[in-house]
């Protein structure tokens, strides 16, 4: 159990365009979810973290409306890269903490966004 | 500010040594700690936390509140264990953010 499908795996778009990451909660509620992005051979570095029933909290130096996040439900969250740039090019992560599970966090496959 | 610090990038052993993944943390409150690891071409998963004090896949990690670190241990280190090793620290209040440390790559050559 415990699996978190995000979708899609990997994405090329053009700059300017608008970009949707998908992560889902397959077997159970996510009270938390978390948006990870990952430069290449570098580690996780935290964009947002969206806990049940409440907004998203942005980490410093993310930029709310140019990374738009929807914890639409306990089993649905969503990443939306607005008007991208090259520079947004990377590999997004998210992840999810189980109710009643505690604090161990889930990941998907992770996407790999490439803008051109 | 929480910070996970993993000074090592690239560890490199022979296998049957001992390993030790190092890990130093900052943090105001009470953290939890865990070890998350990235087998080749495979998400992230947990490898052990600090507050179950286990030993899973013969790697056991002691939380050192004292020298707030988190160092990960292995007697008798295997090809297998080959990998990406992440040290994190989750809040315990808060937005109960889960943050990561650089990482380490554990190379064991036969």
């Known amino acids: 159990g415990a699996v978190v499908s995000q979708h899609p795996s990997w994405v090329i778009c053009k700059s300017g365009t608008s970009v949707k990451i998908e992560c889902r909660s397959l077997?159970?509620?996510?009270?938390?979810m978390f948006w990870y992005r990952q430069f290449p051979k570098q580690s996780l570095m935290l964009m947002a973290t969206?806990?049940?029933?409440?907004?998203?909290?942005?980490e410093q130096g993310v930029e709310k409306d140019k990374f738009l996040i929807n914890h639409a439900s306990l089993t649905l969250s969503t990443l939306t890269v607005t008007s991208a740039h090259p520079e947004d090019s990377s590999f997004y992560i998210c992840s999810a903490r189980v109710r009643g599970r505690g604090t161990e966090a889930f990941f998907g496959q992770g996407t790999r966004l490439t803008v051109v | 500010a929480q910070r996970v610090t993993q000074p090592e990038k690239l560890l490199s052993v022979f296998k049957g040594a001992p390993v030790e993944l190092k890990c130093n943390y900052s943090y105001s409150g009470s953290p939890e700690l865990f070890w998350y690891v990235q087998y080749s071409r495979q998400r992230l998963q947990l490898l052990l936390r600090?507050?179950s004090r286990e030993s899973i896949k013969g790697f056991t990690a002691d939380l050192n509140k004292g020298e707030t670190s988190f160092h990960l241990k292995k007697p008798f280190a295997q090809e297998e264990d080959s990998a990406m090793y992440y040290c994190?620290?989750?809040?315990?209040?808060?937005?109960?953010?889960?943050?990561f440390g650089a990482g380490t790559r554990l190379a064991v050559h036969p």
């Open positions: 077997d159970f509620q996510a009270t938390t």
């Open positions: 994190a620290l989750s809040e315990t209040g808060g937005y109960n953010k889960l943050i």
């Open positions: 969206s806990n049940e029933g409440s907004k998203a909290t942005y």
């Open positions: 600090h507050i």
